[in-house]
């Protein structure tokens, strides 16, 4: 399953960028989006980070 965000409850903090910058970055609407999926773990300590969790990690 691929890790997504959801950009209706993301307030774009960008702790996930800054966690996990392989899997996230911010985008022009000032929302994360994944950039690549990867299986480091580090996009499950985003998602555990993410304040609204907005993240999913299958
Ligand atoms: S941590 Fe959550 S709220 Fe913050 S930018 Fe990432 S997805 Fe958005």
């Given at each position: ?7 209706n ?34 996009a ?6 993410c ?8």
């Amino acid at each position: 399953m691929p890790t997504t965000v959801d950009k209706n409850l993301c307030i774009g903090c960008g702790a996930c960028a800054s966690i996990c910058p392989d899997a996230f970055k911010i985008n022009e609407e000032g929302k994360s989006e994944v950039v690549r999926q990867e299986n480091s773990g580090c996009a499950k300590n985003a998602a555990e980070s993410c304040p609204v969790q907005a993240i999913k990690v299958e």
